[in-house]
Every structure is written in structure tokens, then in C-alpha cells.
């Protein structure tokens, strides 16, 4: 009889320890060894067992890719995002924090499947079938086509597979089902991986579409080992504020597609509802007469999405003042006003800075640091910009503007909402007709040519600050 050993494994990387360490010796990463029992290696009829049939070469001209054409889900939101729907003999995990609306959306999704004939198979391994039929029912899911099932071992679930013979497979959660042969708890690290390996395999094997629900880390980091992720063909994070309406769903591996696409959800009493035109909602509630608030225009994936990023500048008598952004990255936000202290002569050296994405949303794309620079500009000096002005630009440590990409289709998108001003960096392309663009070439050009030079007591008006700009601006 084989021996068993107790390795300590890396919930990072994978890599194995004979004894436990603060730190994995592979990735450096710190307190990531959980304990686990090593499986016996296998031989002879054991092995065979588990060997599936041999593949054939052929040459690449030959291999036909009519059977994994993407099958849509029939909500265009997460077809936008997955080039299509989903491939039938993949494997895709989606990732979220808890209460984001994992299981609402696959619900929907499955449902959308079993409207275009296809027979689905849900197995619940955290809730009773009583719990998801009552959340199917709230969200109008309901279907002849759709079978539930309550299970999360794993042998019982491949048998429910062959008796139902779903084209799709949805599992909620994949840390929660487990495998007999394995002496370690569901949600170990070799639990998580041998399930998901074997359930790759009965994938490829029976050209059945599998999605998986994954648990997330306090980090955001999707919990358990790093090779669930190299497994699956696509990974998916559902990402949102609990306490918003707003859901975004984003691809961070697909491997039969781009990943630079962004879908996005409202939920409501129904479920999650699509949200076609994004710009319109996020700017629905916008007050124009306010300073320190700027529109910029994004790109996500082919789809150009105008924001509002708003900032407020306080005065602080405190030696370490505040860069706090929240939807923004901060480092970025402490550069810009760094660049605007020491290119422009806008001073924050006592003031707390906070700056938002309105609407939930998070942007990183280097397009928005010229809408937010301005903004602070705006709020320091408390002069509003004009209500019809987009901005869209880079901005470089010396104060220089660099130009974007796809230009064009943000100012489309701009000129679309109404839009007929824009700030640009000087080598950009010309406009599209109804938008009258002002090329500049630093940060300084716009500020000056915007007026918001100056700054503003707490309560009061406009005042100057007695400080010229600095020559060559």
C-alpha cells in the first residue's frame, strides 16, 4: 500500500513544502502553506483508470472548429464580453465578492440557454434546491429545460451529468464541491484543484460547457490556487459596490476572444437588467454648475463611455495631508497634483484632496488624467467648466499632454450626448463634426485657456494668488 505524506502547499503558486514556512520559497509570497495530504502516486490498472483515450496529430489545416463556435447566452451585456457566449466544451470561472449577484446572473444566463432549446443542469452545493428555486422564481428563470440539483461531491455530480446529459453545467461554488479520493477538507488546495482538473477533462470529453462560481479573497484575488486560473479557459470578474445598483462584469482571461471588453448590469427587484448606454447613466444626475467636476471620456474594450470625476479640495492645518480617491487610483492622483504644484503653481501642500469616479465605477486608463488635473485646478480656484466641455488626455511629469487612442469614437460618443467642446492634447487627429476642439500642448495651455488660475477661501469667491506662471507656460 502506497505511503501518504502531509506536503504544506502554496495557495498562490502550488508549489510544494515538506515543513511550514512564514514565506513560499517559490513566489515569495507570505503566509499562503496550508497543510495537505499528498495523493499516493498511482501505477498499473489504477493509472489506466484514469487515461482517456490517445488523440491523433493532424495538421492544423484539418482541425475543424464548426463544434466551438460561441453559443449566446441571450443577454447581450455578457455576449459583449465573452465574443459571442459561451464555447461548448469550455470551462469558465466567475469570480465576485459575496452578494454581488453571481448566482442572479447565471440563473439569467442558464434560463437564456434553455430559451434557444438547450437543456442545463445547476447544481447548488452551497444552497438547497428550495432556496434557488425560490430566487429562480423571483427572477422569472423558471424553465421546463432547466434541471437543479443540491450536491457537492463530485462523483454525484458527473453521475447527475449522466443521467441528465446537460449542454450546460453550472456549479455554485467550485470550493465547496469535493472528491472522496482526497482526505483533504472542499476548499483546499487539493481539493480545488483535482476538481477542477477533472471537471476540465469530462469538459473536453463531452463537449459540455461548464461555468464554475468562484469564492474571492478579502483582496479581491480569487481564492484558492493559482492554477485554477491556468485550468479554465475564460475567467470572469463580477465586480460592483453591494450598496450600488451597478454591476460590471469584465473578462480577465478568455481565451477564444478579446478581454478588453466591459458589460454592465443594473440590479433591481428583477435581477440584472443590461445597461446599453452607459455615458447616459453615469452622467444622468450631474450638476454642471459645480467646480472641482470634469467629464472625460474612456474607452472599455470598443465601447467609449463618458464619465464625471468629481474632487474636493479642503483646507487642513495637518502636516500629512490626504490623497484619497475612491473609483481613481491614488498614486495617480498624488502625481497629477504634484505636477499642478510644481509645473503650474497650484499649491496643495495644505489641503486633503479627494477625488471620485461617480457612479461606482473605477477607471485607471491614463485618457482620464487630464479631466482630473483640470478638476483639481477647478476645485482649488472654485470656477465651474463649462457645462458642454469633455476633456481627454495623458498628462507626463513635465506637464506635456500625450495623446489617446480612438480619439474619434470618444468624441463621437461625446458629440452624441450633446457635447460641442473638447480639451485635447495638440497632436491629436481633427474632430468629428459638431465638436470644436482646443488643442493644447501642456496642462498649463488649458488651465490658462479654461481661466483656473487662482484659489478660493473656504465660503467665499474666486481670488488670485499673486503668483505668475512660470516662464514657457
Known sequence: MAKVKTVFRCTDCG?????????CSACQAWNTLVEEVDAPVLSGVALDGLLGPRDTPVPIGQVDTAEWSPRPTGIPEVDRVLSGGLVPGSVTLLGGEPGIGKSTILLQMVAGFADRGAKALYVSAEESKQQVRLRAERLDTVRPSLWLAAENALPHILAHVDEVRPDVLVIDSIQTVFSPELSSAPGSVAQVRECAAQLVREAKARNLTVVLIGHVTK?????GPRVLEHLVDTVLSFEGERHQGLRMLRAVKHRFGSTDEL?????DEGGLVGVPDASALFLADRRPDVSGSAVVSTIEGHRPILIEVQTLVMPVEMPNPRRNGQGIDSGRLAVLAAVLEQREDISFAKNDIYALAVGGVRVSEPAVDLGLALALASSRCGKALPEDLVVCGEVGLGGELRQVTQLDRRLSEAARLGFTRAVVPRLSPDPPAGVEVLKVATLGEAINALG??????AGGSPVTTGREPRAGR
Open 15 to 23: 508549489s510544494g513544502s515538506p515543513k511550514w514556512a512564514g514565506r
Open 219 to 223: 483582496e479581491g484575488a480569487l481564492a
Open 263 to 267: 458589460g454592465l448590469f443594473e440590479m
Open 452 to 457: 483656473l488660475r487662482g484659489s478660493a477661501p
